[in-house]
Structures are given as C-alpha cells and as structure tokens.
C-alpha cells in the first residue's frame, strides 16, 4: 500500500506529465523563444535585405587640397559577427560642377560632393544626387569622409603614428582586477554574462513562473469546476495535492527554463559569444524555485476560493501585474539599481527574484541584500504555502459563490475544515 | 463486524449546524440507505467519513479505527457532483484514479482494461471523456468508484440523472456489489429503489436522526394493521360486511381495505375472511418507504 510520499509523487507525475503535453505548454517552450529571436533578428534580416551597391560618387574639390583615394571599401551597418556587407565606393574627380551635374544626370555616378573653397573655416561638404535613386548618404559617408579629410590635412606634417592616433584616437580594453590584485581581460562576453544573461534570465524565469504557475492555477480551478475534486479529496489529502502539484509543475517550469537557457547558450553561439557564470545560474535557480513556490501556492489558494476559470484568473491577475512591475522598471533598475526604489523591488518578495536578478547584472549588489532578499522570500514562501493548504482544505468543496475577504481572513486563522 | 461507526457526531459550518448528534452503524456486507430529502446533511455525512472534512464533536470509525491514509484506500466513492478529467483518456483517467487509491500501475491497468471491456467500453478506452455520450460518462464515474476493487463502496445519489433502463442496470450493480461481499452506502432520497435494495437506513432529516433500522423492521412497526383484499365475486363483499369483527372497509376500486376490530389482529381476521368468500389476493399492508419517508418528514417538520 503507497502512502506519503507515493501518493504526492503519483500527484506530481500526473501533474508533469499532463502539463508537458497541453498545447500551451508547448507553445510557450518552443514557439514563444522562436518568436522571441525573430523579433530580435528581424532589424538585421531587414537590412540583409537591402546591402549595400557599389557606388560611383564625384566631387569637385575647390579648396584643391584634398586627396581622395580612388576607391574606399564601405563597411555599411553590420550586425553581431554575421558576415558584413562590404561595397567598393569609387571617387570620380571632376573639375566643373556642371560636368558632375550631366554625369549624375546621365546616371554614371550617383551623387556628387562640393568641397567649397572656405570649408577650413566652416567645415561643410556639400553633396548633391537625384531626387530619386539610391546613394549613400551623408551621414553613411561621414566616416569616410572625416578619415580622408583628416589624412589629407595633416599628412606630411605630422608624423605616421600621431596621424593613425588622430584617426582613431581610442580603444578601450576591459579587465577585471581580481582579489588577489592580478588583472584580467574582459571580453565583450564576459561583459554580457555579467549584465545582459542575468536580466535575460530574469525574463525567462518571470516567464516560466507565470506559465507554470499559470498551469497550476487552471488546474485546481478545473478540478473544481468539474467537481473531480471531490473524488481527489476521498483519495489524497488536500496538502498531497497540493504538495504534488507544486512539485509537478515545478518540474515542468524547470525543464521549461532549461530548454531556454539551452536556447539561450545554444543561438548565442552565433550571435555572441557567451560564458555562463556559476554564480549566476546559482542565484537565477535559488530564485527560480523559491518565486515558482511562492506563486504556485498562491495561485493554488486563489484557484481553491473561487469558483470557476474565469473568476480565477480575474482575481491571480492582479498578483500577476504586481509581479511585472520589474518590467515595467526594467529601465529604472539598470540605471538606477541601488535607488531606494530598486533595492525595495528586489526585497519585496512579489518582485523580488527579477528585480534582484536584474539588480545583479547592473551592479555588484551586497551580499547583506541578497541574502535578505532571499530570506523575505523564504518566509513568505512558508506563510503563503501555509495559507494556501488552508484555504485549499476549506474553499476546495464549497461551490459556487466567491466566499466574501472576510470569511476567507476568518477561514486563514481557524483553518476549519 | 461493523464497518463504519458514527457516535454522536456533530458538524455546524458557519454557526449553522448541519449534523446533529448523529450515531450510526454499518454492517459489513449490507447496503446501508442512507435518506433524507435535499440539504438534510446526507453528502456532509458522507465528507465526514471520508476524512474530506472533521467533525466538531463525536467520534467516527472506519473499519474499526479512525480513518487513516491506508483505510482511504480501502474506499470507493461516487460523489453526487459528477466530476471527471474533461481532457483525459479514460484508460489514463481511470489508472490515475486508481493509483491515487494506493494500486499499482500495472494492476490499475489490468482492472481498467477489464472493467472497461466488461461494460464494452473498451474501444472507447483511448478517448477522451469529453467525447463519449453522458450515459457512457455516468458508467466510467461508476467504474472510477470501484476500480481498486474497495471493501466499502459510498454511493451518492447514484441513480440522479438515469433513465429508468440505466437505473436497473445500476441497480443490478449495487446487487452484484454485494454479492461480492461489499458493504454498501446508499445515499438516495429514491424510495423505490431505496426499499428494493436496502437492509437498512438511517434517515435524516435538517440534520437530525429519524428514523434507523432494517428496513423490514421500521416498514412493520408502521404497519396499519389491514388487509387488502380481491374478490373472485362481487357479491363476497356484501357477505363480508357482516363479518362482526371488522371495523372499517374502503373500496379501492377493484380491491378493498379491511380494518380488523381493536385487539383483533389482521391474521386472525384473514382466517376468517378464508372461510366466507372466495379470495383471488390479499396483502397484509405495511406502508412503503415512500409513505413513512413522506410521513416522517411531515412530522419532524412540524416540530
């Protein structure tokens, strides 16, 4: 004869395996990151679409200082280490303005730049092209211009090395000083695992407590809906339910946020080189299982008072928006994270595990802040969990009207059954 | 041996009391009525012995102790809110019911198939509930009640919602149930099938005790001490109502009501009855369940 915990695990197994196979279970794992990286490709996509031609561009040099290279190579706009789309502009020479004005007209070069006799003192190039038609504009050529402008000025009169620092006057290297006082280098990638895989994570697990909480929610307020409940409850007690849900769902979220950070590391790869750090993942699964609990016990209790679907998920949105409120200051917290108003976000425990996640990746936050978050958390956890089993054993078998807050206050402390 | 026993067992919720003082007990291998008409307590009673909710005061044991996660197992229970699994396949359901009831998988799954094949379900065992027809619905609720083979079976209002030709196979059930061996609780406010099956009841009423025994018992303690009787001839009734010791006589149509005299007793009076005319059928007459049912209630009602 099973007993505790068999049951609970026969609980959770049901639970795990019926979640993993609804739809919107897989659609949120696999569709929503697919979706996700859509979005964030589709700018570079779009201008992969649209590269760059080879150009032809004339220009009369009045001040007749200048000296133009023949041909440049264009770098245009590049994305991540996809590779770029390079295009040869070929520079035309031409003494008359009205000689540049037919070639452009006749289609053999695609602008025309005037470098006017005063452009020491103001600085201006002008450029001319046809209403209609492709040609690199100004502001794409700016580059180009400013390096050809600077060598040809200052060629010849300063020597090599202070030419190529004018030209490229800095090159900033990161390293980390360690605590024993050796330095390291950092790379783009150590930059982003510090900031950007902490509030990428943030997002994931926000996500996956919302859906697996979600789940639960919808299947304590079906199971009364459609009464099975009662047959449930001459089987298990209301805490193995209870309990074999939380772990059954908490399983699925789990599986859920690996197959993402999977993702995540796996499409990374190409896009940006990624190294996950220890400590991260350590304090993203810390606040993973401890938001999952605190939300999945509260949408447990929220889905055993009231008495339908519909009615359940009216009431778990409004938990369900306090805990977006770290999105919603997602900017804040970055540039601001140790405000008064990020450190309470990330010890407040509806918001804590995203605000302090993404609070980790904008700054070093004191241990002292972590720890205490964790332990608000923790506490909390084990009232609502508390609360939770109590309201489930109340609320479970009354149907049909929403008990009233105070009934449901009165049910918490005597816990009747 | 006694399979369930209430001793003056007490439940209000919120301030309003919906068992009162209630002691009962269930025989193993009978089927126990358990009566009353809609919101006398009978489910309430029912979620008590079930260990879903406690009682304020009193005591109730089950298989001769306090109810424990082992003994639950030992249960089968068809609430009278129907529920099942919308979106899951029956054999899955079924297997995952049982489980929950302390079965193996691999026996769960054995039982299921059987059960499923014995009602001709099997080809249906892969779909969903949703997809069968409500009939077919109320046999797999059957089947989830029995299906880790309990020694005590709780039905409540199990006849709620059938035609009459499901009613019989049903009732037809609960007989093989017991032919088993199983103790059986009927929760039912069906009279008729109440008084076909039962051995004994307990009746409640707003909470209340009022009425329990054998079924045999309280149906001839509330007899009316009369005869019904048929004549083969008409003219017999006329000779009849000379008869000295007969009180009173109602025509019932084809039949007629005969109250014997005080302190003369409806055997005696039929030994009379014999030798003057020809009968073609007599009755003593109990009342039905029904009656007392209806009597009962107006009575305690009243109160």
Redesign the interface.
Known sequence: MNNFPGKTFIVAQHEFLKTIKRKEFLFMTFFFPLLLAGFSLLPAMLSGMNPAEDQKIGYIDMTGSFGFPESIQNEGLSLGSSETKTSVIEFVKYEETSDAKQALQAGQISSYLVIPEDFLETGTIEQYSLEKGSSLTGFELSAELSDIVVTSLLKGKVNESILNRVRDPVNIKFYNVGESGESSERSIADIFASFGLPIITAFLLLFSIFSSSGFLLRGVAEEKENRIIEILLSSVTPSEILTGKILGLGAVGLLQIGIWLAAVVFGSGYALPVKIEPNTLFFALVYFVLGFLFFASMMAGIGAVTGSLQESQQVAGIFTFAAALPLIFMQLILTNPESPFSVFLSLFPLTSPVAMLTRMGATTVPISQILASIFILLISVHVVILLSSRLFRTYLLMYGKRPKVKEIWKNIWTGSR | MHIVEFENVSKSF?EKNILEDISFSVRQGEIFGLLGPNGAGKTTLI?LL?D???PDSGEIRVFGDFLN??A??R?G?L?E??????K?GLLDMLV??A????MSKKQAHLNAEFLLKSLELDQYKNKKVEELSKGMQQKIQFL?AIIHEPELVILDEPFSGLDPVSTKTVMARILELKAAGKTIILSTHMMEQAQTLCDRILMLNKGRRVLYGPVDDIRRERGKNSLIVEFAEKGDLNAIRKISSIKKVIEHGKSVEIFPEEGISAQTLLEELVQKANLLRFEKTFPSLNEIFIETLESTSNE
């Open positions: 919120s979620r079930l879903i909710i406690r996660p082992v639950k197992n249960i229970y609430p809110e129907r529920g099942l699994y919308r899951t995952y019911l489980q929950l009831k302390g989830s």
